[in-house]
């Protein structure tokens, strides 16, 4: 059986809130989680965090609990976490790794196996530091200049260092690969667009529903990890690249950050952004504001408010657990920004998809001009192309010539497809 205790973060979601997303993580690994309580700590204690009369607190929890493990929901140094195994005679994982397993459980491509390793291997190598005595010992050196030999910890800082060298080799080569693929999706030429958002937001839920797809879509946190493309078809575009990121969350550790960098450049490359909001949560507001600011970490968005280097699409999904009043007043909320795209949907039932596929198909044409073909009636392969991948605003016959009967179409294109067309 596994307590979790919540250490208070500064990511703006109160704290009942934070505690539940806690218990959440904890649940999305296969934890029995028997108590949770949400700790004050006036002053953090070097060597254990909280106070002596805190951790006999936690400590009569465990023993009442029988719990063989305890999860601080915050960051702890090697030297805090060794000092309260040892006071509670318990197992502790803090929130980095706590997440870094449920990463490594989730993994299911080998690129998600790499970064979830390194990611790994970066933070077990500040456990190194003094976190146990038996890596002070010395091992003897060779020949006449061994001298004292080097210590376990140094033999052990240095395999972790050979071992991370050899992983960010393999992820360059991954990154290479990806940028392949994205130049060739750029050259042939589909708009790619990008689902994010918070974690347990609704994104898988929504990728199957506008796909058809079975990713794995659960009430966990961190169902999905891999990066996820499908094919799918939008008014006025014939094909267009639906693709399913990894979740955001609050204080998400700086060694996944970096980690998953290839997996989050799948979204700098979109032509349009879906911003997935979980609209029933309270906290949907901080958790937008966390989203923006990965986005802005990856130099999408610079702050809330500020125009995007890439269109920005809000999906305000589990519209369908909503109240009556509480969707009257967000209806409302919709109508007065038009200049933000903004979208009621659920994900489950599939109420707005419709309408946000429209938004983003709009973003995605805005460029496109009126031009004027004449086209054989007998040439149907181009007839049908137009039709398929432009938005015809008026076809009517235009006579005859050496080819024989003529349509004459005014067909709205983009520039990139009015290239592929001349191609034709």
């Not at 870094?100 to 390194?118: N, S, W």
């Not at 992983?167 to 991954?174: F, K, P, T, W």
């Not at 086209?375 to 432009?390: E, I, K, M, T």
């Amino acid at each position: 059986m596994y307590p979790e205790f919540r250490v208070r973060g500064g990511s703006g979601i109160d704290t009942a809130a934070r505690l539940e997303e806690a218990r959440g993580l904890a649940l999305a690994i296969g934890l029995v989680v028997v108590d949770a309580m949400a700790i004050p700590i006036r002053e953090a204690r070097a060597g254990t965090l909280f106070g002596e009369g805190q951790i006999q607190n936690i400590d009569v929890a465990c023993n009442m609990e029988d719990a063989g493990l305890v999860i601080i929901d915050g960051a702890l140094t090697a030297i805090q976490q060794r000092n309260l195994e040892d006071k509670l005679k318990r197992k502790v994982i803090d929130r980095t790794g706590l997440i870094l397993e449920i990463f490594g459980e989730r993994a299911a491509t080998a690129e998600g196996r790499l970064q979830v390793e390194l990611a790994h291997l970066d933070y077990q190598a500040g456990r190194l530091v003094r976190s146990w005595t038996h890596l002070e010992r010395q091992r003897g050196g060779f020949g006449f200049l061994g001298g004292p030999g080097e210590t376990q910890i140094e033999a052990d800082r240095r395999l972790i260092r050979d071992r991370m060298a050899k992983l960010r080799r393999e992820l360059d080569q991954v990154r290479r690969t990806r940028g392949l693929h994205r130049s060739r999706r750029e050259k042939a030429p589909w708009p790619v667009i990008a689902l994010v958002g918070y974690t347990n937001a609704g994104k898988s839920t929504l990728f199957n529903r506008l796909t058809g797809a079975s990713v794995m879509a659960e009430d966990l946190l961190f169902a999905t990890l891999d990066p996820t493309m499908r094919r799918i078809r939008l008014p006025g575009v014939d094909k267009a690249i639906l693709s399913d990121t990894v979740g955001f969350i609050s204080d998400l550790p700086t060694q996944l950050v970096a980690a998953f960098r290839a997996t989050l450049e799948e979204v700098t490359a979109a032509d349009v952004i879906v911003h997935v909001r979980d609209i029933a949560n309270p906290d949907t507001a901080a958790q937008k504001r966390m989203v923006l600011e990965v986005l802005g970490e990856l130099g999408l968005t610079e702050e809330e408010g500020a125009v995007p280097m890439v269109p920005i699409i809000e999906a305000w999904n589990k519209w369908d657990l909503l109240g009556d009043e509480r969707a009257a007043e967000l209806t409302e909320q919709i109508a007065a920004r038009p200049e933000a795209p903004v979208v009621a949907v659920s994900a489950l039932t599939g109420v707005g998809c419709d309408a946000l596929l429209e938004a983003a198909s709009k973003l995605l044409t805005q460029g496109a001009l009126i031009h004027s073909f004449l086209v054989p009636v007998s040439d149907g392969q181009r007839l049908a192309w137009l039709h398929a991948h432009g938005e015809v605003v008026a076809e009517n016959d235009a006579g005859e010539d050496e080819r024989g009967p003529l349509r004459a179409l005014d067909v709205r294109l983009e520039p990139r497809e009015l290239g592929r067309f001349s191609r034709l």
